[in-house]
T-cell receptor, first 114, second 115 residues
Framework: NAGVTQTPKFQVLKTGQSMTLQCAQD?????MSWYRQDPGMGLRLIHY???????DQGEVPNGYNVSRSTTEDFPLRLLSAAPSQTSVYFC?????????????FGPGTRLTVL | AQSVTQLGSHVSVSEGALVLLRCNYS??????LFWYVQYPNQGLQLLLK??????LVKGINGFEAEFKKSETSFHLTKPSAHMSDAAEYFC?????????????FGTGTRLTIIP
């Protein structure tokens, strides 16, 4: 099993550009989440999904879109990148609710917005 | 709403010494509590979790944590630090409010091991 994979590992964008961060898992997990990690702030939930076709907002959803057309994939879209979105982004999946079950994290995408 | 406070953003201990990382939480209902570890340039992985039952929880790599309801704490300990323990550690809390799918993470504690 590859677990949770994320691409790209690094990305530099200019303000206003759009892009999609890819996330895939091969564990047949229903629950998937996107977090951003900023120094001194821990991890903050951006969006999450409880199954294919179902998504919901987390703590910091503004400027991001998600969709879940398959169980395996959960891409995160930045619509118009801003310097405030410079961060490390982690995708995670879990067999059940993320609030009570172990989450498996991808290796992260380090994004810089100039 | 639940919250997590990790005391000390940086902790340094000597190799072989006791590791103690502190975590206090607030929650309106009995919580589930987690410790995750992040090694350099990697994602987080679960160390241990408390759900119900025994308040002393053992995890991987010799770590354990004790849930103390009266103190609203879930401190992480390891009797003897190893160089490979150098990492960032995150405490997280959830509650069982209907429809809650989220964990709240603390801001993290970076553990340095001194040879």
């Amino acid at each position: 099993n590859a677990g949770v994979t994320q691409t790209p590992k690094f990305q530099v964008l200019k303000t206003g550009q759009s892009m999609t961060l890819q996330c895939a898992q091969d564990m047949n997990h229903e629950y998937m989440s996107w977090y951003r990690q900023d120094p001194g702030m821990g991890l903050r939930l951006i969006h999450y999904s409880v199954g294919a076709g179902i998504t919901d907002q987390g703590e910091v959803p503004n400027g991001y879109n998600v969709s879940r057309s398959t169980t395996e994939d959960f891409p995160l879209r930045l619509l118009s990148a801003a310097p405030s979105q410079t961060s490390v982004y982690f995708c995670a999946s879990s067999r059940g609710q993320a609030s009570i079950n172990e989450q498996f994290f991808g290796p992260g995408t380090r994004l810089t917005v100039l | 709403a639940q919250s997590v406070t990790q005391l000390g953003s940086h902790v340094s201990v000597s190799e072989g010494a006791l590791v103690l990382l502190r975590c206090n939480y607030s929650s309106s209902v009995p919580p589930y509590l987690f410790w995750y570890v992040q090694y350099p340039n990697q994602g987080l992985q679960l160390l241990l979790k408390y759900t119900t039952g025994a308040t002393l929880v053992k995890g991987i790599n010799g770590f354990e944590a004790e849930f103390k309801k009266s103190e609203t704490s879930f401190h992480l300990t390891k009797p003897s630090a190893h160089m490979s323990d150098a990492a960032e550690y995150f405490c997280a809390v959830s509650d069982l409010t209907f429809g809650n799918e989220k964990l709240t993470f603390g801001t993290g504690t970076r553990l340095t091991i001194i040879p």
